[in-house]
């Protein structure tokens, strides 16, 4: 008897406290580290270095209990400028000189980030939330060029709904792996070498 009265008790703190940090919509910044094993592949060779957002809606998604609220995930700061400074320092650890893209270089990386998906669905017990990043990559060095798109999926359990914090550090690690993924890409590093 004792302890299904603590069984009880414990359930009402618990939703009271769940409550209590009502969800709010959420803007996030993309800001990802971009780690990549420092070596000399580059050659010192300049690279005229594009990042775009392509994605036609800046919403990720929606967060919440369908029962209840749902809130909008939103990025509304242009990442690009952001990705630019994290992806030109990475090349110029393996090697490259970066310059902002133009139409009249040979050699050229344009990265453009196609798809930001984040989904948090209620389950009987938990939170399941997944956020899936697309970013598409073409390397030109003269008349040869190397496209290739980066899919990552990343997910996470929890007692609650996501955060602006935790949101925010989903995305930015699925976009770090991404582009991780993108610069340890071999093809792609000999095209732009050549």
């Known amino acids: 008897m004792n302890s299904k009265v603590w069984l009880v008790a414990a359930a009402i703190v618990l939703s009271v406290g769940v409550q209590g940090c009502s969800l709010t919509n959420q803007y996030l910044r ?10 000399q592949i580059g050659g010192n060779k300049t690279i ?18 369908p029962d209840r609220k749902m809130v909008e995930v939103r990025v509304e700061e242009d990442p690009s400028p952001a990705i630019y400074e994290r992806v030109k320092q990475a090349l110029t650890k393996q090697g490259f000189s970066v310059e902002p893209y133009s139409e009249s270089m040979d050699r050229t990386l344009d990265i453009s980030i196609r798809k930001l998906e984040l989904q948090s669905v209620k389950q ?21 060029y190397y496209d290739r798109q980066f899919n990552v ?15 925010t550090a989903l995305v930015n690690t699925a976009m770090s792996q991404a582009l991780e993924d993108l610069l340890a890409d071999e093809q792609l590093l000999t095209t732009l070498a050549k």
Do not use: C, M, Q, W
Request: net charge negative; no cysteine.
């Open 48 to 65: 005229g270095l594009r990042i775009s957002d392509s994605r036609a809606d800046k919403k990720l998604g929606e967060v919440g209990d």
């Open 124 to 144: 009987p017990l938990t939170f399941n939330t997944e956020l899936r990043a697309e970013v598409a990559a073409h390397a030109a060095n003269g008349t040869a």
């Open 30 to 39: 993309i800001d990802p580290e971009v780690k990549v094993k420092e070596e």
């Open 153 to 167: 999926r990343t997910r996470k359990d929890g007692a609650a709904p996501p955060y602006e914090k935790d949101s």
